[in-house]
């Protein structure tokens, strides 16, 4: 449909998701065309059951789904998005054409349909579509427009519930079987396994010493150049006929492979001995092979290759690929970067292929344009590969950017350019070089090279590798020019030792890979997802290795043992394949939903069948999964052994070893595990070693008032003093009791503190005196340290000695002062980084008031819970800098309050405190999905501040 003839004067309202989008494309329109974000998702399944409308109760007030009337979703409008969409719905009464301008995939046609339902509008609606953001491609949408593509939505709609119910209805096993606020979801819970998997394979492990020998050989040839050189290096690779075991060789119980029986182990004597017994040999070429050699480009990129190339060079995870692309999209640098095709149109192949000649001349210029065919299987729509946008390709240089955004798009640029340059062609060399050992041995040594007579395309990109030892691509060996039967000589032979390693750590390049090859969850959600992971505690990053902590071991052990087929790889695989042709139309969602949720039933599975579901053979049953939790043993779950009296356990306040008492009845040891060992380094002597260490906890005397014993304690949060309540005192209920607690002073350690020290300690806060006015002054300590506090007003300490000390008169002379607005005199850095590659200024680490935090002077940056000042590598600094330069800006709406207030005094007092009680209950529970960096953070934070933690996407 195109826009009305009729209403070509009339006012044109185009909507579009973020506010940069709407801020570059409304350049491109001219008068009559009004621009507008939804920012993100306007509507959504309510995040908790206050947001559920009244009339459902029950089941549907918990889901936010109706499963007994086809899954009917209950949507509700975001609460932090009622006031734009009533924006919305005022520009729409101005207008006379609406365009739905939001991203061409599924989430991006869900959103459109979500904003059409909402805004209810009567005048003609139109889908505009376009994958980059141009004049030339947003005039032409606009000219163009479709129809919104309603199997899409239903797709989306299916996978929508389909989370949801995933989310919603195994999170809850985990709270009560694991641990409080965990979260389960249709893609993280098997990208965890996948984790943990890996650290499985880590720890079972077994290594294998294996020796061989490198020799150096001379063709006294003189003078030698760098095209034909005197020497070469070659490696032994045969005696006797039978091949050196190399490292493939060997299994991970550290064992030969079945079938190596023609095969040699050298352990380092019998490499030592042969060794010398070919110090004397004479050694002679026995065979030179040389094949040609071809490398063709590499295809552009979609997004898990630019997620995957960009961790690699660039060092970045794919959360900050994302967001650096999604700016370079939405400010009109490249396009569209959720994408699976690495097609390019033809007008970006005319551009390539301009750029080639222009930048490398005529001979790097294939004779006919260079096509790529998409091997995804799970393919999102109507993509292009992600190039520079535009009919004419801006070089790095021209772009004016910087920083991030300019690595990302030269990276892109080099990319798509490249995949228009012909092969680099070349020669590969095998020589082989023989000789008898003293003691009769046939030796063979062998040595590789390689010569590239022509470029091509390397000239401009070479791809990286996730193995740093890998040789990349344009890499050249040269060997010397030799022929069968010349002579050579040994002038060194060296034993050398080798280990099996056990197999690498997921870094997010590497899991983003295999995710993809296993055909598990959509392309564009992997960033979510892993970042999703590393929020919910069950991966934490050491350097780039994604490690898997003890809690996802307990997660992962349970939902194996207990809900088997969720996390099984190909049955996520295959949901992925029956979501994909429901949206295609070849199946039907309702009857597919009802097998997944309900299971078989009677008569399911014809009407499964009938709806082109499949034959039933991996659809079923959540809701009974769910249902029947008596056969899960929690303790069970969450214990690991570690030796035939060491286990491990993973606890509600973390993970501890434990070793039961050989005494009836008498507590056994324990101990904590530091949180961020990785588990495969979690051994039995380590675990004897906590085992060993002193608890702390020691008897400091009893309290001469109360009677009651006070004990030094260490923990989690640090050193403190408590006192042991008499047996009987009441935990809990309206009589509870709680023993008095306080944290040791930095000044004092377990190893010195006394009974003094605790009665003193427990005595805060301590009453200094009042005021003038009669206003009580006390001195309490904090968890920002020292400090007054009279009513409202507090003022900090410069000591904790202060506690003790300070007196009425001093108190009041710091009450006399203005209130300190500033800081005082700048700690020293705890650490230093480097120099920041953007901002090119030295990043420290620094203590604040909130927390160590990262900083170049220009932007400040909290560490995150995963991050320890310790630890904390620059990559992750300047990671963390960037991440905050993404968002931008906090937006300050605080001073929109008075306004309110002044409104709400025209009501009656109890209308305005239930109504602001209703509006803060709310806003503590609500959550937004958005596909901006900047709205997807505020989600984040919002949805954590909710009781329930059932992330349900992906």
Do not use: C
Request: proline share 5%; charged share 30%; net charge neutral.
């Amino acid at each position: 449909m195109s826009p009305s003839s009729e209403t070509a004067h009339g006012q044109r309202l185009v909507i579009v998701e973020s506010p940069a989008k709407a801020k570059t494309i409304k350049g491109y329109l001219g008068p009559g065309y009004i621009v507008e974000a939804s920012v993100g998702h306007i509507r959504d399944l309510p995040s908790t059951a206050a947001e559920v409308p009244d009339k459902y109760t029950g089941e549907v007030r918990r889901l936010g789904v109706d499963v007994d009337h086809d899954f009917a979703p209950i949507y509700v409008v975001n609460a932090d998005k009622k006031s734009q969409v009533s924006k919305l719905k005022s520009l729409l009464a101005e207008s006379d054409e609406l365009f739905l301008a939001t991203d061409e995939d599924r989430e991006g046609e869900a959103i459109a349909w979500h904003l059409q339902q909402v805004l209810k509008p009567k005048v003609p609606v139109h889908r505009m579509v376009f994958h980059e953001i141009t004049k030339a491609a947003i005039q032409e949408a606009v000219a163009n427009p479709r129809e919104l593509n309603q199997r899409l939505v239903d797709a989306q709609e299916t996978r929508r519930i389909l989370d949801r119910l995933y989310g919603f209805e195994v999170s809850p096993v985990l709270w009560k079987k694991v641990m409080p606020k965990l979260s389960a979801g249709r893609v993280q819970s098997v990208a965890t396994r996948l984790v943990v998997e890996r650290e499985r394979e880590r720890m079972a492990f077994r290594s294998a010493s294996y020796w061989d020998l490198v020799g150096t050989f001379g063709t006294g040839r003189t003078p030698a150049d760098a095209a034909n050189p005197e020497t070469f290096g070659a490696r032994l690779a045969s005696v006797d006929g039978k091949r050196i075991a190399s490292g493939r060789d060997f299994g991970s119980d550290g064992r030969l492979k079945a079938g190596s029986t023609n095969t040699l182990h050298l352990d380092e004597q019998a490499a030592r001995q042969l060794a010398a017994a070919l110090e004397q040999t004479a050694f002679s070429v026995r065979s030179v092979e040389s094949k040609p050699y071809r490398r063709s480009p590499y295809a552009p990129f979609r997004t898990t290759t630019l997620q995957q190339e960009a961790s690699r060079k660039l060092g970045f995870g794919a959360k900050r690929t994302m967001q650096v692309a999604q700016k370079l999209y939405e400010n009109g640098f490249i396009t569209y970067m959720r994408t699976d095709s690495t097609t390019l149109s033809e007008t970006a192949v005319t551009a390539a292929r301009a750029q080639v000649t222009q930048l490398y001349g005529a001979d790097y210029l294939p004779d006919a344009p260079r096509t790529y065919a998409s091997k995804v299987k799970n393919a999102q729509e109507a993509h292009e590969a992600v190039r520079p946008s535009g009919d004419r390709f801006r070089t790095p240089a021209e772009t004016g950017l910087s920083g991030d955004d300019f690595k990302l798009y030269e990276l892109i640029w080099m990319r798509t350019v490249a995949s228009q340059m012909k092969d680099a062609v070349g020669q590969s060399v095998t020589v082989r070089v023989g000789g008898a050992s003293a003691d009769g041995r046939d030796v063979e040594f062998s040595a590789s090279g390689k010569i590239i007579t022509f470029h091509g395309f390397l000239k401009a990109y070479v791809e990286g590798a996730d193995d740093p030892n890998a040789e990349l691509d344009d890499r050249e060996r040269r060997l010397p020019q030799v022929a069968q039967g010349d002579p050579l000589a040994a002038e060194r032979i060296t034993p050398e030792g080798h280990a099996t390693k056990p197999p690498a750590r997921y870094t997010e390049a590497s899991l983003v890979k295999e995710l993809e090859d296993r055909e598990i969850g959509r392309p564009s959600t992997y960033a979510s997802i892993i970042d999703t992971i590393i929020q919910r505690r069950y991966v934490f990053k050491k350097g780039t290795a994604l490690v898997p902590s003890f809690l996802s071991f307990a997660v992962v052990n349970l939902l194996e043992k207990h809900f088997g087929r969720l996390v099984d790889y190909d049955f996520t695989a295959r949901m992925e394949d029956d979501l994909d042709r429901i949206a295609a139309g070849e199946a039907q969602s309702v009857p597919w939903l009802k097998r997944f949720y309900f299971g078989e039933g009677e008569g399911a599975a014809g009407a499964a069948a009938e709806a082109g579901n499949g034959d039933g053979d991996h659809l079923g049953g959540l809701k009974e999964l769910v249902t029947d939790l008596g056969a899960i043993d929690a303790r069970e779950i969450s214990s690991f052994r570690i030796s035939d009296d060491i286990t491990l356990r993973v606890g509600r306040y973390g993970p501890y070893v434990e070793r039961a008492s050989t005494v009836e009845g008498e507590p056994g040891q324990r101990a904590d595990i530091p949180d961020e060992l990785p588990p495969d380094e979690l051994t039995v002597e380590l675990a004897e070693e906590l085992l060993a260490k002193p608890s702390g906890d020691f008897e400091l005397g009893p309290d001469p008032v109360s009677g009651n014993m006070l004990v030094a304690k260490d923990g989690r949060y640090g050193p403190y003093v408590t006192e042991i309540l008499p047996e009987g005192t009441p935990k809990t209920g309206k009589n509870a009791v709680k023993p008095r607690t306080a944290s040791l002073f930095k000044t004092m350690s377990l190893d010195t503190v006394t009974l003094e020290d605790a009665l003193r300690l427990l005595s805060l806060p301590r009453v200094v005196g009042t005021d003038a006015e009669g206003a009580e002054i006390t001195a309490q300590n904090g968890r920002y340290g020292p400090y007054l506090k009279r009513g409202t007003d507090s003022r900090s300490l410069t000591s904790e000695d202060q506690l003790f000390t300070i007196t009425l008169d001093e108190a009041l002379a710091i009450y006399a002062q203005p209130k300190q607005r500033g800081r005082a005199a700048a700690a020293p850095p705890l650490k230093e980084l480097g120099t920041d590659p953007v901002s090119e200024r030295p990043v420290v680490v620094k203590d604040g008031r909130f927390g160590p935090y990262v900083t170049d002077g220009e932007t400040n940056a909290t560490l995150r819970k995963d991050d320890d000042v310790e630890t904390i590598t620059p990559e992750r600094g300047y990671e963390l800098l960037a991440e905050k330069r993404a968002r931008g800006p906090v937006k300050k709406a605080a001073k929109k309050a008075p306004a309110k207030k002044a409104a709400a005094k025209k009501t009656t007092t109890a209308k305005a405190t239930a109504t602001k009680t209703a509006a803060k209950k709310t806003a503590a529970k609500k959550t937004t999905t958005t596909k901006t960096a900047a709205a997807k953070k505020t989600a984040a934070k919002k949805t954590a501040a909710a009781k329930a933690t059932t992330t349900d996407e992906g």
